[in-house]
């Protein structure tokens, strides 16, 4: 799987499948007969375990990675990439995709962990959204019913979201570009491209404990360093590959830094990052499991 996700980590799957259409996907699913799987886009927010997955690891492709602009919303399949469909808005002077600018992944992630800034989720953008059952049925749904929140949405795991229409209006192309470029330069200057990571690690706390980076700063983790992988100096909520980090090196590092900072500020860090394969004791002692 390391060659599947952003981090470059990750042992291999159970089995693994790519789908570029409707009837094969479909076709794919009914093969399972109920087993589990899981649904891969980008592998932008997945640390997958050393030791991998069992189950059967599913991603799209073909009639799924299209982007198409209409009047003033936008058609995307669920493998297309998040920056071909931000690059595409921007170009066409649609107002109101910067909050995606320089956000990895696919379509298909985005929309299953409601992708997106701290203010603003994909789900904010959706008309109604696609998605097939293990059935094989094509459902479609509208944002109020998928429950979107803070880096997820209510809707069962195993339906694989196959694209979405999504209000894209009309804006001033000039001031569309001016306020993409001002995005992309600070997500450049604060946060890490040059190293595999998958981003943000932790949900933000809120309240009087701020922003997830600034709480793990105050704990002295920032910069800390385990085998292959370290918290990153430019941006402490980044947890990146040096070139030789295992899965269990991340998860050390998340471990001791929910530690500290449940000893000193009496909270819990919550993952952003989605954690496959791991046993249930890793999972607790990353708060990713009760």
């Given at each position: ?202 949900k933000n706390p809120g309240g009087s404990h701020g922003s997830a980076w600034a709480v793990v700063d105050r704990v002295g983790m920032r910069g800390a360093v385990r085998g292959g992988a370290q918290i990153t100096e430019r941006h402490a909520n980044f947890i ?51």
């Open positions: 799987m390391a060659s599947l996700t952003r981090y470059r980590i990750g042992g291999p799957a159970g089995r693994y499948g790519r789908f570029g259409s409707h009837a094969d996907l479909a076709a794919g699913l009914e093969s399972l007969e109920g087993a589990a799987y899981r649904v891969l886009g980008w592998g932008a927010n997945v640390l997958v375990s050393d030791r991998g997955v069992p189950e059967p690891v599913i991603s799209l492709s073909g009639e799924f990675d299209c982007v198409e602009m209409a009047a003033d919303t936008v058609d995307a399949g669920g493998a297309a990439g998040l920056p071909t469909l931000v690059g595409d808005a921007r170009r066409e002077g649609r107002a109101g995709w910067e909050f995606l600018e320089a956000v990895p992944g696919t379509v298909g992630g985005g929309l299953r962990m409601n992708a997106g800034s701290a203010e603003t989720g994909l789900w904010d953008r959706v008309v109604w959204a696609e998605a097939l059952t293990p059935a094989g049925d094509l459902v479609r749904v509208q944002a109020e019913e998928a429950g979107p929140a803070y880096r997820s949405v209510q809707l069962p795991e195993e339906w694989v979201f196959t694209g979405a229409r999504l209000a894209a209006p009309p804006g001033d192309p000039a001031a569309v570009n001016e306020v993409h470029a001002e995005r992309r330069r600070l997500k450049v200057e604060t946060q890490v491209y040059e190293l595999p990571s998958c981003g943000s690690i932790w990146a590959n040096l070139g030789d980090a295992t899965a269990a090196d991340v998860v050390w590092l998340m471990a001791e830094t929910r530690r500290r900072v449940h000893e000193a500020e009496g909270i819990w860090l919550e993952p952003e990052i989605r954690l496959w394969g791991f046993e249930p004791e890793e999972l607790v002692s990353v708060g990713a499991a009760s």
